[in-house]
């Protein structure tokens, strides 16, 4: 069983817990996030769509982050199970599901690792894709606009804005000895809210 102690260098506790989620959803290549909401808004952030639909029963915080980003959402009457596709894009909430070889060829997935997730962590995300431009953006993007190649990072000048959105090293260790255990569950079913009842800001 891995130990953060084990790392020089904590951050590649970080690499390893993607590496072991790429091999094991196909996915070419994997970002881990604090959460699985900020997740989903580093996707929409770097490819910015004009609207979007989302099932009118989902978690809140979905919503809440397109009004963040001022992306006009409609809510619709979808059934789904473990996950959905926002409408018109190629970006997907996985946050109920992971499984073996589950990652889609040209799409970005959302997962989570919060509680009631198939692998329960507490807390973290992460986006499975295949695009290695969207991979090399977003990454930096997750970690405050920082260039990882450039260590320290007070040795890099000049920043793209980003957010500080990166998943905590120790947290990396704990998702990977339970996904090399296959302590994977199917995740808890939950009957959301329907979103369409409830009032959000100043809507």
Known sequence: MSKIDDYSNPFDAVTDFEN???DYTGAPYVITTDCCTHAIELCFRYSMHESVTIPKRTYLSV????????????LIDQDWK???????????????LLSNGMYKRGQMQCL???????????RGGAILLDDKNAY?????????GR??????????HTF?????????????VEGLNKLN???????????YPDLSTISIGNE
């Open 112 to 122: 989570s690792f919060g509680r009631t997730k198939p692998l329960e962590i507490g």
């Open 136 to 144: 090399d953006a977003i990454k930096q993007m997750s970690y405050d």
């Open 20 to 22: 072991a989620l790429s």
């Open 181 to 191: 255990n296959n302590e994977i569950s199917i995740g808890h079913e939950f009957s």
């Open 82 to 96: 473990n996950e959905y596709n926002f409408g018109f894009t190629n970006i997907w909430d996985s946050a109920r």
């Open 160 to 172: 793209k804005v980003g957010y500080h959105y990166m998943m905590r090293p120790e947290e990396c």
């Open 63 to 74: 919503p809440m982050t397109f009004r963040k980003l001022n992306i006009p959402y409609t």
């Open 147 to 156: 260039d990882l190649s450039i260590s320290p990072w007070a040795e890099q």
